[in-house]
Antibody
Framework: QVQLVESGGGVVQPGGSLRLSCAAS????????MHWLRQAPGKGLEWVAI????????NYANSVKGRLTISRDNSKNTVDLQMNSLRPEDSALYYC????????????WGQGTLVTVSS | QSALTQPPSASGSPGQSVTISCTGT?????????VSWYQQHPGKAPKLMIY???KRPSGVPDRFSGSKSGNTASLTVSGLQAEDEADYYC?????????FGGGTKLTVL
């Protein structure tokens, strides 16, 4: 079955960096676009970034553009999110999710990894 | 402020039907047939319930249906059951980024 397992979350000071990783299994990873989304505590969902199946296309929410970078390794079935210049408003539960292919929707989500940006 | 507007709450009794609206603009909901709905129980990851306005993933009960008229999409839950009590979020393709609604808390009375 499809599994997505995020890791790498933690507490970081404003201006700091963190790298999140998502390990995928149960499907042909190299054929699917992947996403990162986030949810601040008690708040709604926010789409963060997308990467194409071969890694050549990437796009970001305006709120994170220039600070967060999505990447993937199809040989390891992982998708990462490098987070630099972190701000308190980046504090959230970060979810990795699988694209449903051609429908601008995600059909499987991980359980999330928590990022807290605080001094 | 969320890009898509949802009512903060909705409610219904078991067996009843309830409809949740999601209002956007011609740049998102009205411009594309790529509206999705997600269900989220407390402490859990979201679950896809509807995609492409009205399609249901396998395993989602047919009590859940989606529709769209102009700039407003709707999720209807028929035959309400206790386990339907959750937060529901709509999302739409908006050219490049995706946009989400602020969420609706559905209470089964």
């Amino acid at each position: 079955q499809v599994q997505l397992v995020e890791s790498g979350g933690g507490v970081v000071q404003p201006g700091g960096s963190l790298r999140l990783s998502c390990a995928a299994s149960g499907f042909t990873f190299s054929s699917r676009e992947m996403h990162w989304l986030r949810q601040a505590p008690g708040k709604g969902l926010e789409w963060v970034a997308i990467i194409s199946s071969d890694g050549t296309y990437k796009n970001y929410a305006n709120s994170v553009k220039g600070r967060l970078t999505i990447s993937r390794d199809n040989s390891k079935n992982t998708v990462d999110l490098q987070m630099n210049s972190l701000r308190p408003e980046d504090s959230a539960l970060y979810y990795c999710a699988r694209d449903i292919s051609g429908s601008y929707s995600v059909d499987y989500w991980g359980q999330g990894t928590l990022v807290t940006v605080s001094s | 402020q969320s890009a898509l507007t949802q009512p903060p709450s909705a409610s219904g009794s078991p067996g009843q039907s309830v409809t949740i609206s999601c209002t956007g603009t011609s740049s998102d909901v009205g411009g594309y047939n790529f509206v999705s709905w997600y269900q989220q129980h407390p402490g859990k990851a979201p679950k896809l319930m509807i995609y492409e306005v009205s399609k249901r993933p396998s395993g989602v009960p047919d009590r859940f249906s989606g529709s769209k008229s102009g700039n407003t999409a709707s999720l209807t839950v028929s035959g309400l059951q206790a386990e339907d009590e959750a937060d529901y979020y709509c999302s739409s393709f908006a050219g490049s980024p995706w946009v989400f609604g602020g969420g609706t808390k559905l209470t089964v009375l």
